[in-house]
């Protein structure tokens, strides 16, 4: 064979070859990445700041570039979250990627209020039958996706005390829960200091958590790749009170509490909601502890465990009661308002 020819395969190969090692180290630093910014606490503090969250697809590994009104201020790889701080007003936050561009989002910041956004590849451009040439040669745009994520602390404005506590929720299922977390967050997180809504499969740092996750058969929670339960979440968020708030089998739910760990919070799991009476009985049983009574003495308050006293609205949960008869501790002045002018 001609020499010529040895020398352009032998080339070839190792053109290949060094692509390969390349993009398997690229890949393994981005997944270390993406395992040491597994834990994240979205900004709950009193300053101005714009958070970003990008999904986990895999296919599209490169770091998406940030633009805040035209100013690049940072990247961030897949399923990181990069906050910056920024003055309050409207900003224009805008994705890049080479000549690809997202739609550009018009925030207003409001001090003491995260702004949340979420970006990503859309979900129509992975698989193999994905129409993505087209779309990069003529629909540059229409590649990338930026768009806000709700966020309900500014639900603190119309109470004048609050729990001096961080209410979390954590979503590890996806599209098919975020209704029920919406509605949970929108009903219960506006009687506390803060929130922290942590990003899909993330969790969030706080003393009350609600999870919503779908249940194995063997007990452990779907939606995270190793196997664990509500108490090992508890310990990695270092919640005391965790709700698994989406509904669940009675037998699934069972084996989800027989399962070890440390016994470090009360746990709730549920196993029908009742509509929007879920909402309101944490409601109720939140506003009997801010008043003063136990976890506890509230619960049977509300629920005494009797068919019938049970009020009509009550879900149907199985509470495990291992960190005590725990009490709020007082409540303080809401910081998003002046309540010496309220008075």
């Not at 920024?86 to 207003?108: A, F, I, K, Q, Y």
């Not at 509500?230 to 310990?235: D, I, P």
């Amino acid at each position: 064979m001609d020499p010529l020819i040895y020398l352009i395969v032998g080339s070839f190969v190792l053109v290949v070859a060094i692509a390969a090692i390349w993009g398997r180290i690229s890949y393994r630093n981005q997944l270390i990445r993406i395992a040491t910014s597994r834990q994240t606490q979205l900004p709950t503090q009193s300053h101005s700041s714009i958070s970003i969250e990008r999904d986990g697809g895999r296919l599209w590994i490169r770091p998406l570039r940030i633009y805040v009104d035209g100013r690049k201020v940072g990247e961030v790889s897949p399923e990181e979250v990069k906050c910056f701080d920024v003055s309050p007003g409207e900003h224009t936050v805008e994705m890049r990627l080479d000549w690809l561009r997202s739609s550009s989002v018009v925030v207003n910041i409001i001090t003491g209020q995260p702004c949340h956004l979420q970006c990503g590849i859309k979900k129509m451009f992975y698989g193999l039958n994905a129409p993505i040439w087209s779309y990069l040669i003529f629909h540059p745009r229409s590649l990338l996706y930026l768009e806000q994520i709700p966020s309900f602390g500014a639900g603190t404005a119309n109470r004048q005390m609050v729990i001096p506590l961080t209410i979390g929720f954590a979503n590890l299922s996806g599209d098919d829960l975020v209704p029920l977390l919406t509605e949970d967050a929108a009903a219960l997180s506006g009687m506390f200091k803060s929130t922290n809504i942590a990003p899909v499969t993330r969790f969030p740092n706080c003393e009350i958590l609600f999870l919503y996750a779908h249940l194995r058969e063997d007990g452990t929670l779907a939606g995270i790749d190793v196997p664990a339960g509500l108490r090992q979440v508890a310990q990695l968020t270092s919640a005391t009170i965790v709700v698994l708030a989406s509904p669940n089998h009675s037998e699934t739910a069972q084996k989800s509490a027989a399962l070890p760990g440390q016994k470090s919070a009360n746990l709730v799991l549920t196993l029908n909601r009742n509509g929007d009476g879920f909402g309101r009985f944490f409601g109720e049983l939140f506003e009997r502890m801010e008043a003063g009574s136990s976890l506890m003495h509230a619960w049977v308050e509300l629920a005494p465990q009797h068919p019938s006293a049970m009020p009509s609205y009550a879900p149907s949960t199985l509470l495990i009661a291992e960190a005590g008869d725990i009490r709020f501790p007082d409540s303080v002045p809401n910081p998003f308002i002046n309540t010496d002018a309220a008075r």
